[in-house]
């Protein structure tokens, strides 16, 4: 049909950029507005479409990329599971799809190669699904192509977009909204049916303001002043539209009413915070409205939550200004009756949830300081009595979880929000447990181990709720999968810094703790595994000074270490070796414990260390030959060794279970000191033959050597006895002297002589020159006389 068949109204058609009004689209979407000739003029219709062109200026600009989810967002790992994960390809490495479609890989795939020709970047392309090839429809600029299409696929995340990232780029704030239960495939198709909220918002508003309701009547200065160009718009447009439906509140008009509310979609949740130092306090009906149009306003209520938690209906007197919020909290002092606490949290709530709104950093301040001074007030009202958690802490049981996982972002407030956390977390958990509140209980069976370790136990700092969770852990039975998950999770490890908050606290106080008797005994009887976690053992030694019998709790701790150690150097044995992480850890963890455990632990951890360099000496020379080496460094080991065993027995342990420690280390010992001093054996052996062979050889060098000197002695003889012949010649009556003159008798004479020195010599080295020496020297007396 035709628009002019309309008579009774003034239509008009606007086109309206979406990236105009803020919104991640390259797209635009038509506008026909309407108004009924009685309430507009054409002349005020026209005004209303520059009025909704200019509104939209005023929001922020937007990427996709800035709404997409991270990677360990809960929301994107519950989608996951329920896709398909294709092969990997060259162009797009691993994809993910809902369905493992070939037709939409090799459209990506063509997607993918002509941005790269056309010189977009791949890391931002993000393409619509469900358009053809011949549209191009990807975009590389951080804005989507296809409002009406609920299928994008964004290559910088290699996954298709969920339907919360849907709605958040067609304006929707996803965490005001209660999609619980909702899959993504219905959240994507409905994000493609909805309208772009931030558009059709500033065109009802645009078409409310130029209306002639009653008592909204625009003035036409204020009207033009609105249709100016957009750099000449008020700062907060909405603020002077806001002052025109209160008053049209006033009548109860049920338009103006839904325009309140969008005015308030419009302003992100700002709604009543204008850019005055004073807010005007709305009219009565306002609050009354707003409660009316609660379908159509955004929701108070967290994401994910219980029906039960902040999802009710505000409180009629409970302020909406931001800016009164965080007056009332910074004057909470002069406030009477007291602040409700659960207005308190759900205020810090909010701001967390809108960090950069305005005035949300002073509410996150004022707030969490209030809140502490809450649980401070608590505590000291309650100390002494059977419930620790009296009524003026409202909400805070249903809500704790909720707020500290909208607080983990708050980085400026850390200290602040860990503060809050452990003395809530001690609160709720003392009052739980007196009321068996399954809940707070470790096998209550509400929570998943990991879960109560990370929102329970690491939370509690108090020392009364941390002795209350360890007199809760000794009553309660974990075995099988239970213990393993609770062990998992880092549970005992948790346990052991409550013991070491225990041991730092038990020297300031005079305080004893009425069943630690009990408690920390039953350490001693959970299995040798869950023992070995570091420091566990120490700590609850140095906890037992805060119980009526520390000295018999001290000795079962020392049973208690010197087992775990049994087990540790019996394992050692077992596998043949000397170190292992565990142990050292364990060994070093123990040196820190008081006397004596200190003194003994560091003579186990030296043993060890000697065992090991013997058994490294030993290796090395068990491969050589024992005739080249000496033992005497091997003995320096064994004195060592023996020395450690010499040091143990002068410290005096109590428990009888160290006794069997060092029975254990003389048997880890043994096998060592047998090998050492069987190879110190063999090379003693080894050096008495090499002495005896040396003795052997140098004997038969010597007998050689007295041979040699006997056989020259004789030789010598020889000679001597040859050349005294040769001076001589023999006759019928004796012996002449061949040149019987002075020279030839001197010559005689020398010649005797040296045949006197030889005969001396062979008399010496035990020669026998047999009957030479007589004859010769008969001669020679022959011939001299003859002379």
């Known amino acids: 049909?035709?628009?002019?068949?309309?008579?009774?109204?003034?239509?008009?058609?606007?086109?309206?950029?979406?990236?105009?009004?803020?919104?991640?689209?390259?797209?635009?979407?038509?506008?026909?507005?309407?108004?009924?000739?009685?309430?507009?003029?054409?002349?005020?219709?026209?005004?209303?479409?520059?009025?909704?062109?200019?509104?939209?200026?005023?929001?922020?600009?937007?990427?996709v990329h800035d709404l997409l989810l991270h990677d360990g967002d809960h929301h994107l790992e519950e989608a996951r599971k329920a896709w398909v994960s294709t092969e990997a390809l060259p162009e797009l490495g691993k994809c993910w799809f809902s369905s493992s479609n070939s037709q939409a890989q090799q459209f990506l795939v063509?997607?993918?190669?002509?941005?790269?020709?056309?010189?977009?970047?791949?890391?931002?392309?993000?393409?619509?699904?469900?358009?053809?090839?011949?549209?191009?429809?990807?975009?590389?600029?951080?804005?989507?192509?296809?409002?009406?299409?609920?299928?994008?696929?964004?290559?910088?995340?290699?996954?298709?977009?969920?339907?919360?990232?849907e709605l958040m780029c067609r304006g929707y704030a996803v965490k005001r909204l209660n999609l619980k239960g909702l899959p993504d495939a219905k959240l994507c198709g409905l994000a493609a049916k909805l309208p772009a909220l931030q558009a059709t918002a500033a065109s009802m508003c645009a078409l409310l303001a130029v209306s002639n309701f009653p008592k909204l009547r625009v003035p036409e200065k204020r009207l033009q002043e609105l249709v100016q160009a957009g750099a000449?718009?008020?700062?907060?447009?909405?603020?002077?539209?806001?002052?025109?439906?209160?008053?049209?509140?006033?009548?109860?008009?049920?338009?103006?009413?839904?325009?309140?509310?969008?005015?308030?979609?419009?302003?992100?949740?700002?709604?009543?915070?204008?850019?005055?130092?004073?807010?005007?306090?709305?009219?009565?009906?306002?609050?009354?409205?707003?409660?009316?149009?609660?379908?159509?306003?955004?929701?108070?209520?967290?994401?994910?939550?219980?029906?039960?938690?902040?999802?009710?209906?505000?409180?009629?007197?409970?302020?909406?200004?931001?800016?009164?919020?965080?007056?009332?909290?910074?004057?909470?002092?002069?406030?009477?009756?007291?602040?409700?606490?659960?207005?308190?949290?759900?205020?810090?709530?909010?701001?967390?949830?809108?960090?950069?709104?305005?005035?949300?950093?002073?509410?996150?301040?004022?707030?969490?300081?209030?809140?502490?001074?809450?649980?401070?007030?608590?505590?000291?009202?309650?100390?002494?009595k059977e419930n620790h958690c009296d009524s003026s802490l409202k909400g805070l049981d249903v809500h704790l979880d909720t707020l500290l996982e909208h607080l983990e972002h708050a980085y400026t407030f850390e200290e602040q929000v860990e503060r809050f956390s452990s003395k809530a977390t001690s609160i709720l958990f003392v009052k739980g447990i007196k009321e068996n509140n399954?809940?707070?209980?470790?096998?209550?069976?509400?929570?998943?181990?990991?879960?109560?370790?990370?929102?329970?136990?690491?939370?509690?700092?108090?020392?009364?709720?941390?002795?209350?969770?360890?007199?809760?852990?000794?009553?309660?039975?974990?075995?099988?999968?239970?213990?393993?998950?609770?062990?998992?999770a880092s549970g005992f490890k948790v346990i052991a810094d409550m013991l070491k908050e225990l041991a730092a606290w038990a020297p300031n106080t005079k305080k004893k703790w009425p069943k630690g008797h009990e408690t920390l005994k039953m350490l001693c009887t959970i299995s040798e595994k869950e023992l070995h976690t570091k420091g566990l053992l120490r700590f609850a030694l140095g906890a037992a000074a805060l119980t009526k019998q520390p000295e018999e709790v001290a000795s079962c701790m020392h049973d208690a270490m010197a087992m775990v150690l049994i087990e540790d150097l019996r394992g050692l044995r077992a596998s043949h070796l000397l170190t292992s992480a565990g142990l050292e850890t364990r060994l070093s963890d123990f040196q820190l414990a008081p006397p004596p455990i200190s003194d003994r632990a560091r003579l186990t951890s030296q043993l060890l260390a000697k065992l090991q360099n013997v058994k490294l000496q030993l290796e090395e020379y068990e491969s050589l030959?024992?005739?080249?080496?000496?033992?005497?460094?091997?003995?320096?080991?064994?004195?060592?060794?023996?020395?450690?065993?010499?040091?143990?027995?002068?410290?005096?342990?109590?428990?009888?279970?160290?006794?069997?420690?060092?029975?254990?280390?003389?048997?880890?010992?043994?096998?060592?000191?047998?090998?050492?001093?069987?190879?110190?054996?063999?090379?003693?052996?080894a050096q008495e033959q090499l002495r005896r062979e040396e003795e052997e050889r140098l004997d038969r060098a010597q007998r050689q050597q007295q041979e040699k000197a006997k056989d020259q002695s004789i030789q010598l003889a020889h000679t001597c006895a040859t050349a005294l012949r040769e001076l001589l010649s023999k006759t019928g009556d004796g012996a002449r002297m061949q040149?019987?003159?002075?020279?030839?008798?001197?010559?005689?004479?020398?010649?005797?002589?040296n045949f006197v020195q030889a005969r001396n010599k062979c008399q010496t080295l035990g020669a026998n020159p047999g009957g030479l020496f007589e004859e010769a020297m008969q001669m020679a007396r022959q011939a001299a006389q003859h002379f």
């Open 1 to 63: 049909w035709s628009f002019h068949s309309l008579t009774n109204y003034h239509v008009k058609v606007l086109e309206v950029s979406l990236r105009d009004v803020g919104l991640p689209f390259n797209d635009s979407c038509l506008h026909v507005l309407f108004a009924r000739k009685d309430f507009a003029s054409l002349e005020k219709l026209t005004s209303a479409v520059h009025l909704a062109r200019h509104l939209g200026t005023k929001l922020p600009q937007s990427r």
């Open 110 to 165: 063509h997607a993918y190669r002509s941005a790269r020709q056309t010189g977009l970047e791949p890391a931002a392309l993000v393409v619509d699904m469900t358009q053809k090839r011949s549209k191009t429809p990807w975009d590389d600029t951080g804005k989507l192509t296809g409002l009406g299409s609920g299928s994008h696929y964004s290559f910088g995340r290699r996954r298709p977009m969920l339907g919360r990232e």
């Open 232 to 384: 000449s718009l008020p700062p907060m447009p909405v603020s002077g539209l806001l002052e025109k439906a209160m008053t049209a509140a006033e009548a109860g008009d049920v338009v103006s009413n839904r325009a309140v509310v969008l005015l308030s979609l419009l302003s992100h949740g700002n709604f009543g915070v204008g850019t005055e130092a004073q807010v005007v306090k709305p009219p009565k009906k306002v609050t009354e409205a707003l409660g009316n149009a609660e379908d159509d306003a955004p929701a108070w209520s967290f994401e994910e939550t219980a029906p039960s938690m902040l999802a009710d209906k505000l409180d009629k007197e409970e302020p909406r200004s931001w800016e009164a919020r965080k007056r009332k909290l910074r004057l909470w002092r002069m406030q009477h009756p007291a602040l409700p606490f659960d207005w308190a949290m759900r205020w810090v709530a909010e701001a967390a949830l809108e960090p950069y709104v305005k005035f949300a950093t002073e509410i996150l301040s004022e707030g969490l300081a209030y809140l502490d001074h809450c649980l401070e007030a608590s505590k000291q009202k309650c100390a002494g």
């Open 438 to 488: 399954k809940y707070m209980m470790i096998n209550g069976g509400v929570r998943s181990m990991t879960e109560y370790v990370t929102k329970v136990m690491t939370r509690l700092v108090d020392p009364y709720a941390v002795t209350m969770f360890l007199e809760h852990f000794a009553q309660v039975s974990i075995e099988g999968d239970v213990k393993q998950e609770f062990a998992d």
């Open 625 to 685: 030959d024992v005739k080249v080496l000496e033992p005497w460094g091997l003995r320096n080991l064994e004195k060592e060794v023996l020395h450690v065993f010499e040091l143990r027995q002068q410290i005096q342990m109590q428990s009888q279970a160290w006794a069997q420690v060092s029975i254990v280390e003389e048997d880890l010992t043994k096998p060592l000191l047998d090998r050492l001093r069987h190879l110190m054996r063999r090379m003693e052996q």
């Open 739 to 753: 040149e019987p003159t002075e020279q030839g008798f001197r010559k005689l004479q020398a010649a005797c002589v």
